[in-house]
């Protein structure tokens, strides 16, 4: 694998059993649950290899992490039951690449436009993602 020192996506792996936002590592990629939990069910994926844009993944492994998007997706629309998902994939506040899997539900907060957070989002109890990560893992 390649990673960066001082890249805090890299380290996240190495800390999994105790990370209570933990969800489950594929062969390219490994899901945790987002902190913010506006739209219930949001989750990242992280691709295991420190790359910084996604331009710089080889297109057999860009492939094989599609797929395990996909994957991902299903199992967080059929464990929350959503609308919509939306993914997106910035790397500005850590340029590692990984993807936003936000599922969307009528009426939420920002129902037909982005799903952009508040300011101020309010975190869960640790049981609170271990039930959130538990769902999506066993929808997988
Ligand atoms: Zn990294």
């Known amino acids: 694998m390649s990673q960066k020192p001082d890249c805090k996506f890299c380290q996240l792996e190495s ?6 936002r933990w969800v489950a590592a594929f062969d390219h990629s490994f899901a945790i649950v987002d ?8 989750t990242t994926l992280i691709v295991r290899n420190h790359y910084e844009d996604m331009l710089a993944v080889p297109e057999p492994e860009f492939a094989a992490i599609n797929h395990e998007l996909r994957v991902l997706a299903t199992a967080i629309q059929t464990a929350f039951a959503a609308q919509r998902m939306n993914y ?32 101020a989002v309010e975190k869960l109890a640790d ?4 039930e959130i990560a538990e769902k999506i893992r066993s929808a997988l």
């Open 15 to 20: 800390n999994a059993d105790t990370n209570p």
């Open 35 to 42: 902190s913010r939990q506006t739209f219930r069910g949001r």
């Open 88 to 119: 997106a994939n910035y790397g500005n506040v850590v340029p590692h690449q990984h993807w936003h899997v936000v599922p969307r539900y009528e009426g939420d907060l920002r129902w037909g436009g982005p799903p952009i957070e508040p300011d």
């Open 127 to 130: 049981h609170e993602y271990e």
